[in-house]
């Protein structure tokens, strides 16, 4: 009997672990494209256009983002914001050293003028790093900083990895090249966006020109220039230039019009005969990007609060057997110009297949993708169109209605059956067993006591004396 229940009970952990629910993963979702494909045409290897009137920073195109490329000068953009994150007082001034200028003998590189020994302020170096892009100054303001340029490149390597770059490295803080000095126009773009957060580094970096030593040095970003014909855009706005024979030509630059704002990372742009002349097409290529953005798209309400996007069944709902699903604000997305209503689309992400009560108006069910051309151009929350009341009755049934119409249960229950059968079977196979032993007991000693019986009468009449005759 033992082995039989310890068999049962082994069978029964089988079909319960053959039923237990397996955990599923849920799938990544990633949208690596731009929004939109440019139409115009567009030089540069690598770009991306981003919108800075949206928190979520939204890529509205892209080309090459996470391909690897040199920065060149686009590098002091982070020798900057990294030294504002060390040098607390701008007024305070330094000693140029003998190093940060010998140093930069026979590379080439863009200075400007420093001369060793003498003393200059934070905020005029700067200056002459975002401005004018001059190497000499960034290695004075590293020294200051961090007390020389191989601590400082170290300090700038940290930064970068703690804002989430992956794919930047340095090994200067003035961006000629090395092959071992690389990021990617993603990282770039992340880098920017980041610095932008710094008023300082705003105010600096939108700056068209600066003093020093009795010279005006103009930003070397031309597009706020207006004497530079060709290259001047007049919504355009600071930040950095770079441009090395292994990097191209490369700018970042925002530009504002109409209440619009854009950030343009362009990366890896060629020099090309333009109208009869050589041009630098990284400020070309900016300016078409803006003209793009400008002329063919604008913010539009897609989704409108309180329409229902879809509907989710409830479960122990009080009068209720489902529950729509809205937007609790309107969207709004850049969209094109031309928009047609009719080719945007609204797909739930990662719905659930039903829902239980209670559940409370405006309650977040789930997120949605706003669908245009193949492109998720917005993501927004569902929510709950309506509060659903609890049935404490309804609730009672489905339970003993699921739990016992789950696989699982059902067969654990067979199974107690099954053994309930077996156990009642065993028992009245002994209980007739022992019946019979019984009766056999009683008769072989009813034979006995009748032998006994027998074997005492004849003794006793054997015993008996014969009577006497008289």
């Known amino acids: 009997m033992k082995k039989i229940t310890s068999l049962m009970a082994a069978l029964c952990i089988i079909i319960v672990s053959l039923f237990a629910p397996l955990s599923a993963q849920a799938k990544d979702k990633n949208n690596d494209e731009g929004m939109y494909n440019v139409s115009s ?20 195109a892209q ?35 003998k190093n940060a200028i ?13 001369e060793i020994g003498e003393e200059i302020t934070a905020e005029k170096l700067l200056e002459l790093v975002l401005v004018y892009s001059a190497c000499d100054a960034c290695n004075v303001i590293a020294e200051m900083a961090a007390g020389g340029i191989t601590e400082f490149v170290k300090l700038m390597n940290n930064w970068v990895k703690s804002i989430g770059c992956t794919g930047t490295n340095f ?19 992340l880098i920017t966006l980041e610095a932008m957060k710094n008023e300082t580094f705003n105010k600096i970096s939108s700056l068209k020109s600066c003093e020093f030593h009795g010279y005006t040095y103009i930003h070397t970003n031309f597009m706020l220039d207006r004497f530079h014909v060709t290259y001047y855009y007049e919504y355009a706005e600071g930040i950095k230039t770079g441009s090395t024979s292994e990097a191209g030509y490369c700018v970042i630059t925002k530009a504002s019009k109409d209440g619009y704002n854009y950030l343009a990372i362009v990366m890896d742009s060629p020099v090309k005969k333009l109208k009869g002349y050589d041009t630098k097409c990284s400020f070309i290529d900016a300016a078409s ?16 609060s309180n329409d229902i996007i879809s509907e989710i069944p409830v479960i122990n709902g009080k009068d209720a057997d489902g529950v729509g ?31 239980e009560a209670p559940i409370t108006q405006g309650e977040k069910i789930c997120e949605a993708n706003v669908i245009y051309g ?57 209980l007739r067993r022992d019946k019979k032993r019984l009766a056999e007991k009683r008769r072989r000693r009813e034979a006995l006591d009748e032998q006994l019986s027998r074997e005492y009468y004849e003794r006793q009449r054997n015993n008996l004396q014969p009577p006497k005759r008289k």
């Open 325 to 355: 699903l809205i937007s609790k604000e309107d969207v709004t997305a850049l969209v094109p110009s031309s928009l047609d209503p009719s080719a945007v689309m609204i797909t739930p992400i990662e719905p659930p297949a039903e829902l």
């Open 102 to 114: 010998t140093v930069l003998y026979g590379t080439g590189a863009q200075v400007a003028g420093l």
């Open 171 to 189: 090994v200067n803080c003035d961006g000629l090249h090395d092959e071992n000095h690389y990021t990617t126009p993603a990282d770039m773009a």
């Open 63 to 97: 080309k090459n983002k996470d391909k690897k490329k040199y920065p060149a000068s686009l590098t002091k953009i982070v020798t900057a914001i990294v030294a504002l994150n060390n040098i607390p007082d701008l007024k305070a001034k330094t000693k140029v050293s």
């Open 289 to 304: 990007l803006f003209d793009w953005a400008f002329d063919s798209l604008k913010y539009s309400t897609v989704i409108k």
């Open 374 to 430: 193949d492109k998720i151009i917005a993501t927004f929350d569902l929510v709950s169109a309506q509060s659903v009341e609890l049935s404490t009755f309804l609730k009672i049934a489905n339970a003993l209605k699921n739990f016992f119409g789950r696989k699982a249960v059902l067969a654990i229950t067979l199974v107690l059956i099954a053994l309930v059968i077996l156990y009642i079977y065993v028992f009245i196979k002994r």
């Open 41 to 60: 045409e567009i030089y540069a290897d690598a770009y991306m256009l981003i919108s800075l009137d949206d928190d979520t920073h939204p890529v509205i």
